[in-house]
T-cell receptor, first 111, second 111 residues
Framework: DVKVTQSSRYLVKRTGEKVFLECVQD?????MFWYRQDPGLGLRLIYF???????EKGDIPEGYSVSREKKERFSLILESASTNQTSMYLC??????????FGSGTQLSVL | EDKVVQSPLSLVVHEGDTVTLNCSYE??????LLWYKQEKKAPTFLFML????IEKKSGRLSSILDKKELFSILNITATQTGDSAVYLC???????????FGSGTKLNVKP
């Protein structure tokens, strides 16, 4: 089975802090994604990466950046956390038949 | 504008009831529709539908796609408390690597 691991289940940070969310997949997938999930808004794509060092903005990239130095690892960076970035963050990787496999999510609270 | 809409937003039933969840879509170059179940963790894959009128079935869960009317339904028969979750539907966008997600249906099955 595909395993997508997010490093933290819960995080509490202060406004202005730099935040790193890590995601690792073990299936050699080329495509990886970061979503945020908010009540009533569903999943919204922040960034995705289609190969090492390759990335593309999603629908809501403002305030975020990403890093993909190795194929298995895709990191989401909040350069200066703000309260409106309090959310559930989901990482996913994609198999060749289009299925998405999700990590367990990181619930981030920015105070 | 491409979109995926799920209904109802939430649903409360009792064990043993049958439920039907709806997902309608309007997307360019439709290829497939996916259903996921999300409990307090990662969304897990349920079904992928590509052909109209062909039912996919897994135990008490089944799903069917109507490409003419642009919708899919997810049926759960003889519901159990373990079916309580948010059910998400999604469809790939035209450029393959991104998905449109519905906002989800929150199902609560009471004993």
């Amino acid at each position: 089975d595909v395993k997508v691991t997010q490093s933290s289940r819960y995080l509490v940070k202060r406004t202005g802090e730099k935040v790193f969310l890590e995601c690792v997949q073990d299936m050699d997938h080329e495509n990886m994604f970061w979503y945020r999930q908010d009540p009533g808004l569903g999943l919204r794509l922040i960034y995705f990466s289609y190969d090492v060092k390759m990335k593309e903005k999603g629908d809501i990239p403002e305030g975020y950046s990403v890093s993909r130095e190795k194929k298995e690892r895709f990191s989401l960076i909040l350069e200066s956390a703000s309260t409106n970035q309090t959310s559930m963050y989901l990482c996913a990787s994609q198999s060749t038949n289009e299925k998405l496999f999700f990590g367990s999510g990181t619930q981030l609270s920015v105070l | 504008e491409d979109k995926v809409v799920q209904s109802p937003l939430s649903l409360v039933v009792h064990e043993g009831d049958t439920v039907t969840l709806n997902c309608s879509y309007e997307v360019t170059n439709f290829r497939s529709l996916l259903w996921y179940k999300q409990e307090k963790k990662a969304p897990t894959f349920l079904f992928m539908l590509t052909s109209s009128g062909i039912e996919k079935k897994s135990g008490r869960l089944s799903s069917i796609l109507d490409k003419k009317e642009l919708f899919s339904i997810l049926n759960i028969t003889a519901t159990q408390t373990g079916d309580s979750a948010v059910y998400l539907c999604a469809t790939p966008r035209y450029n393959f690597n991104k998905f449109y997600f519905g906002s989800g249906t929150k199902l609560n099955v009471k004993p």
